[in-house]
């Protein structure tokens, strides 16, 4: 029977966690954030950039795309071999069960096999990382096989599962080394399960943006004895994410046009009853389809039409 890893569900847990539900939802409604390959592999690569540079690998974004293209590029032989498992343990996100400790084993083989003789297995080795002391290698194995039975049983929400599961295996610090690399990626495995459209979020680089604070969110939990810090620090940057990418994705827009923009649009056709729709959606900043729908609503409304060709012709507002 597994244990709860200890935690308190705070009031800005709540906060974080109900914002993200509103973002997730924003862009659910984006059916082009779920299709859009180039935002994809744009927002992977910001994600690999993010969690090498995190560990000292600073190859960055240009030579990864290079890499993910098939060229060479000049790095150490240990540079690239940890892009290379970062790329090959990343893309079968899809693939993996967040719950089963083999999927785990087999990550940290694919994303250490380069580089380390014993990757896909516990450590056998005392590991210190800063002040924390990390459990004795024999303690290990009934660590992590009962952290994946919480992970497994618990009826916790997947978003602080996630959280809750990334710090603890920092925590244990079961390998002997890429701790810090499965660690993110397998909170992005346990989001992805939740909803795919997390695999589209660059974390791992917000994460690096906020490398101090990642830090010392794990050692402030560390001190407290349980996670609380580290959940509220990682919802941020989850949420951070999904805003990041709700600003490259335009967001539909909704079936009831903006009251405030077709307003707009009258007072700029009484001052300039010329003006075109590509100055309107200019002026108004949104795309030349914006503005045909707007006018077409206006139109419906009886407040606006036009009087000759779109070419020659100009617009008359109705003013019963």
């Not at 827009?253 to 003006?275: A, F, G, M, Q, S």
């Amino acid at each position: 029977m597994s244990s709860t890893p200890p935690y308190t569900i705070t009031s800005k847990i709540l906060k974080l966690s109900t914002r993200i539900s509103e973002e997730l939802t924003k862009l659910q409604f984006n059916k082009a954030s779920k299709v859009n390959p180039m935002l994809r592999k744009k927002n992977r690569i910001k994600t690999l950039a993010g969690t090498l540079e995190i560990e000292g690998n600073f190859l960055g974004e240009e030579k990864i795309t290079a890499i993910l293209d098939g060229k060479k590029v000049l790095g150490t032989v240990k540079e690239v071999a940890e892009v290379n498992g970062a790329i090959k343990a990343y893309e079968r996100l899809d693939e993996y069960k967040y719950d089963e400790l083999d999927d785990l084993f087999l990550a940290h083989k694919i994303l250490m096999g380069e580089i380390l003789s014993s990757a896909g297995s516990f450590r056998g080795v005392n590991v210190q990382v800063g002040e924390h002391i990390a459990p004795q290698p024999s303690m290990v194995n009934d660590l992590m096989t009962n952290l994946f039975a919480w992970l497994k049983n618990s009826d916790e929400h997947m978003l602080l599962k996630s959280c809750i599961f990334h710090y603890e295996f920092e925590f244990i610090h079961p390998f002997s080394d890429g701790n810090g690399r499965i660690g993110r990626l397998w909170q992005s495995v346990i989001l992805n399960s939740f909803n795919p459209i997390f695999s589209l979020l660059p974390t791992e680089s917000i994460v690096r943006d906020h490398q101090e604070e990642y830090y010392k969110a794990i050692e402030n939990s560390t001190e407290l004895g349980e996670s609380t810090p580290f959940i509220e620090f990682m919802l941020e940057m989850i949420l951070q994410s999904m805003q990041k990418v709700k600003n490259d994705v335009p967001i539909n827009v909704p079936k009831d046009v903006p009251i405030k923009r077709l307003n707009k649009i009258i007072e700029l056709v009484i001052e300039n009853r010329d003006i075109t729709i590509a100055q309107l959606a200019n002026m108004l900043e949104v795309s030349d389809k914006t503005i045909k729908r707007d006018i077409a609503k206006l139109k419906e409304q009886n407040r606006l039409t036009r009087v000759g060709s779109l070419k020659s012709g100009h617009w008359e507002i109705y003013h019963g």
